[in-house]
């Protein structure tokens, strides 16, 4: 039996549009906190049902947007290269992530330049290959920098609308060979790549990829999305896969939805190192967030 997925959460207690740094914020919109608790507790409950193990970082007042554990670092083998934020607002959040990564486990590196990178939102592996977005969060140099770190092979793309700012927002790797991209949030040149890259690739709809298709969390063979994504859940049935949705709309407030609720501790699906290393193994009791 292959070992359960390990997927880093933190629960919504501070929650909240406290500022704006990219176009789907709004203070004028703010998110139902309420409400963005029972959202969060089913993506929780269905993450669990998929076999997943779920440890919890500790929410901290004044970081609203630490419930976005996709950002806390990229994740290879044992290493954790710790993200640096670009905007000042959640600069704080960095500290508390390098904490939790080194009390469970975790080598941590930083980046030696004072390039900014966004952890698991701008850098995920399909296949061999690292798929790194820059332009709007991380930084071509510090992509660079990893790329020599972790000795993998990198293709940087750059992310050329302000909506999709993050990599998973557009692109989502399903399995070694298979992904989902949202083909408008690339120029001519990253689309290229990706097609000349990778075996299967399945281009999203307009309507979907703005209902945060491509943000989708990956078990198994099982794939969580917000709701309105009917197009893709068909596409992957087809494919075998099993597809839930569950509502995330006061997330997507924010910028963010089911991946950007999550990161994967033992390595994404579509990676193919996690098929060859041993990764670095949580306490023996996976903490319980959803109370």
């Not at 399909?126 to 798929?131: A, H, I, K, V």
């Not at 820059?134 to 972790?150: C, H, K, N, P, T």
């Not at 990198?154 to 949202?182: G, K, Q, S």
Request: glycine share 8%.
């Amino acid at each position: 039996m292959a070992p359960a997925a390990r997927v880093l959460m933190c629960p919504p207690d501070h929650y909240a549009i406290q500022y704006e740094i990219n176009p789907w914020m709004s203070r004028n919109r703010p998110s139902d906190h309420g409400l963005a608790v029972r959202q969060w507790r089913r993506l929780y409950e269905l993450l669990e049902q998929a076999g997943a193990e779920i440890s919890c970082l500790a929410p901290v007042a004044g970081l609203p947007d630490l419930v976005f554990t996709a950002n806390a670092g990229l994740v290879y083998e044992d290493t954790v290269m710790l993200s640096r934020f670009r905007y000042r607002q959640r600069r704080g959040e960095e500290p508390h992530f390098q904490r939790w990564f080194s009390e469970h486990g975790f080598r941590v590196q930083r980046l030696r330049t004072a390039a900014c990178f966004e952890g698991a939102g701008d850098g995920l592996f399909c296949g061999d290959t690292l798929f790194a977005g820059y332009r709007r969060r991380s930084d071509a140099v510090a992509i660079q920098e990893i790329g020599a770190l972790l000795g993998c092979r990198v293709i940087p793309l750059e992310l050329v609308r302000p909506h999709y700012y993050h990599l998973d927002t557009c692109f989502c790797p399903l399995a070694p060979d298979l992904a989902v991209y949202y083909p408008d949030a690339f120029d001519d040149y990253g689309g290229a790549v990706l097609q000349e890259s990778i075996a299967r690739l399945i281009p999203v709809a307009k309507e979907e990829a703005q209902r945060f298709a491509c943000n989708a969390v990956v078990v198994g063979r099982t794939v969580i999305t917000n709701t309105g994504c009917p197009e893709l859940r068909s596409r992957l049935e087809a494919l075998g896969f099993a597809t839930y949705e569950t509502p995330l709309s006061e997330f997507v407030k924010a910028g963010g939805s089911a991946k950007c609720l999550t990161l994967r501790l033992d390595g994404e699906e579509a990676a193919a190192w996690k098929q060859r290393t041993r990764v670095a193994q949580p306490p023996s009791a996976v903490q319980n967030c959803s109370d």
